[in-house]
């Protein structure tokens, strides 16, 4: 058997974007996604700008956590590039802010990242047994990545494209209980 590390954990960052997403798709009325917020309040961009900046905001977050996963932290919220969801004047401002403590309200108690996280281990090591799969692809040519970075969320990303990393992938809950085969 091959020696590498399957490293899997729910990331901020990105959890942060489908909560975003989600209030988004939830304010159109289009179907109801957690979490169901006004998006008025929170000053989102207006629909054509929120896709187009939140294309950018996902790609660069996977890029950069594909890069390091460390860079994803209980702070990582505070970049910048977050708030270009948002529009540019206090009310934007405000909302983000809200966003912000609405999202680690959620995410940091039990109900949010541990969850998500233990489900996931739950499926991926005992039901599916993800460990010996991989492991019999991976042949000890020193020229493959040791390490398989697996970034949880809670949902799918429906308004972002995920570029392909060889040794990072994105994985919803969804995916992992009714897309096991994939």
Known sequence: MNNFTIKSFAPYSLNYLIYIQNAFISSKGESRKFPSLDIVYLGLLEEGHFCDAFKKVWSDMIRLLSQNSLFDHNGVLENEMFQTLFKPNDQGIAGYEESKR??????????????????????????????????????????????????????????????????????SLQDLYFKKED
């Open 102 to 171: 609405s999202f680690n309200a959620w995410f940091s108690s039990l109900t949010g990242q541990i969850t998500i996280e233990r489900a996931a281990d739950h499926m991926m090591y005992y039901e599916m047994d993800i460990y010996n799969r991989v492991s019999k692809m991976i042949n000890n040519d020193e020229n493959r990545s040791q390490e398989l970075l697996i970034s949880l969320i809670y949902d799918e990303c429906i308004m972002g494209e995920s570029e392909r990393y060889s040794r990072h992938s994105i994985v």
